[in-house]
């Protein structure tokens, strides 16, 4: 049977020594070794190599050098120990030390949630060995493994996505299979993690960015009641393309009553969103997430997580940043303001998909 093993531990485990446990609890399960002269021979000649990342483990014949120093004489120290235990004492410890591994990635989430945005996942499994990428990608729904794949350069053949084709001399054990599967799942928030899951949880990721289109078109609109000559917000529009101008004068004529804080709010977001994209179609895009930052401000973490998973990467970091800036810089009036208003629009996004009607929401 090859050597299997995990990837990212330090995003689950809490020390360096739960760490080193945990891997050296997974190199016995997938060699089966048991003796003090096996333990030798596997730190010997053939060791845990260490990611690029520094924090991603992979079980498979190495050069012993290629660990970093201290990895290399806690691990080979923890060897040591473990073969100097009595049987019973072994079976013990390799049963607590699993245990309390598999309780702490069950407590961050058990299944991959369906709205997970792909290039995630590319995130997660890019720098780990072709294997483990090979492990996870058999685990996942077919349409998300086949866009991984493409973007992780694998050809991932019908058979190898079927456990039951891979063959025993070549699978890892299931105790190995179960922990890799935990761990790659740990990088992600599942929707049951949430405390009281709002509208704007439960969009999909398509929702998401319509959701996106929308709040920035709206607050165009309402910039445009800061502009008192009728001809000049005609002529503003013609900046925009035919679609984009449609959804902005829809917005402008449901817009019923807006206070003058929120008109001259929503005028100098829109003077930095032109400021960061001169074109226009991008401009409503940059607003409309600016939004959404807002929105996420007075989230937790996990919330904030759920909602970042489902945009692609480079997106979930702009958003990211954006949460940051208003954090410290926004009014935090306004910044709930603009939350409460942000849950309605996505209120109309939900029911729209089962009417087909695009939402007006009103402030």
Known sequence: MKHWGIISLKMVLTSDTERVDTLLALALI????????????????????????????????APLSELKDADKQIV??????YAE??????????????????????????????????????????????????????????????MSAVALDIILEAASRDPETISSDTA?????????????????????????????????????AMLVRLLGARETAIACRGIAAVEAVA????????????????????????????????????HTA?????????????????????????????GRRYTEQKLPVEAAEGLRTLVDGWSVDADREMIHRVAKETEVLAMDVRRASISKEIPQATT
């Open 30 to 61: 997938s060699s089966h070794s048991k003796t003090k002269g096996a333990l030798e021979d596997k730190f010997g000649e053939s060791t845990n190599t260490i990611g690029p990342n520094g924090s991603a483990f992979f079980f498979a014949p």
């Open 76 to 81: 080979a120290c923890r060897a040591t120990w």
């Open 85 to 146: 235990l009595t049987p019973e004492e072994q079976s013990n410890w390799l049963r607590r030390t699993l245990s309390r591994f598999h309780n702490q990635a069950r407590q961050q989430v058990d299944r991959l949630d369906e709205h997970v945005h792909p290039s995630h996942i590319v995130e997660v499994l890019r720098t780990e060995p072709r294997r483990v990428q090979m492990l996870v990608l058999r685990y996942l729904p077919r349409t998300l493994a086949a």
């Open 172 to 208: 890892p054990a299931p105790q190995v299979v179960a922990v890799v599967r935990r761990i790659f799942l740990s990088h992600f928030v599942a929707v049951d993690a949430l405390r009281n899951p709002t509208d704007l949880d439960l969009l999909s990721g398509v929702k998401l």
């Open 235 to 270: 002529s503003f529009l013609r900046r925009f393309s035919t679609e984009d101008a449609q959804a902005i004068a829809a917005h402008l004529a449901a817009l019923t009553s807006v206070d003058p804080g929120r008109i001259a709010f929503a005028g100098k977001l829109l």
């Open 274 to 302: 032109l400021s960061a994209q001169q074109e226009t179609r991008a401009m409503i895009n940059h607003a409309g997430m600016s939004l959404l930052a807002m929105a996420m401000v007075e989230r937790d973490e996990a």
